[in-house]
Nanobody, 119 residues
């Protein structure tokens, strides 16, 4: 089990930047694939970016070239640098920690942090 706490959300104008941070505790952070997901009102939760324990990254097409996910295993944190923000990026952003087992993935979620991009 891992506990996750997000921070860094807020209100920004279109074209601006935010950096989200997720602090993990309670387990071996380096063994988890970490990710950021988001959910806008009336929409399904969607993948934003992931980073594996080995550092491999994956991004949703909608954020490629604008967002960067990173992790610091020594500090047990994962971050999401968001640049060139658009109003459609407005959502609650959730930190995710996933541990894979045979036939199953075990997910832990943070409480979420609101990101609002105004036009």
């Amino acid at each position: 089990q891992v506990q996750l706490v997000e921070s860094g959300g807020g209100l920004v104008q279109a074209g601006g930047s935010l950096r989200l941070s997720c602090a993990a505790s309670g387990s071996i952070f380096s063994l988890y694939t970490m990710g950021w997901y988001r959910q806008a009102p009336g929409k399904q939760r969607e993948l934003v970016a992931t980073i594996s324990s080995g550092g491999s990254t994956n991004y949703a097409d909608s954020v490629k070239g604008r967002f960067t996910i990173s992790r610091d295993n020594a500090k047990n944190t994962v971050s999401l640098q968001m640049n060139s923000l658009k109003p459609e990026d407005t959502a609650v952003y959730y930190c995710n920690a996933r541990r894979s087992a045979v036939l199953f993935n075990y997910d832990n979620w943070g409480q979420g942090t609101q990101v609002t991009v105004s036009s």
